[in-house]
């Protein structure tokens, strides 16, 4: 008999197989993405840093990332749309944003 996350993980493979599937997501990443998900794990800030000249932007790896790590799927955080002019107010106001942007950029502390 399966346990209760065992089910809910063959839950989400129902709904989600095909798309994973149609998206060329290797087998090996659905557990890990499935945990990722449930547990809101957004942990592409310990393998990757995004970088500006000003200008451009580039994201740059800080770990080797090896294809076959089932850990090596990342979620990708949305978090924060904004216009310049707002940016202070938004890292002040919106709760959780500052730490999450934080761990992005790879700085302590809070926004100013």
Aim: proline residues 3%; aromatic residues 10%.
């Amino acid at each position: 008999m399966l346990g209760g996350e065992e089910v809910e993980y063959q839950d989400f493979l129902s709904l989600h197989k095909v798309q994973l599937e149609h998206a060329g997501v290797p087998k090996h990443y659905y557990r890990r993405l499935y945990e990722k998900l449930c547990h809101d794990i957004y942990d592409s800030g310990s393998y990757f840093i995004l970088l500006t000249d000003g200008e451009s932007w580039e994201v740059q790896s800080t770990r080797t990332v090896d294809g076959s790590d089932a850990n090596t799927i990342f979620l990708i955080d949305h978090c924060w749309t904004f216009h310049a002019e707002h940016l202070k107010k938004a890292l002040r106001e919106i709760p959780g944003l500052a730490p999450r942007i934080a761990n992005i950029i790879e700085r302590t502390g809070q926004a100013e």
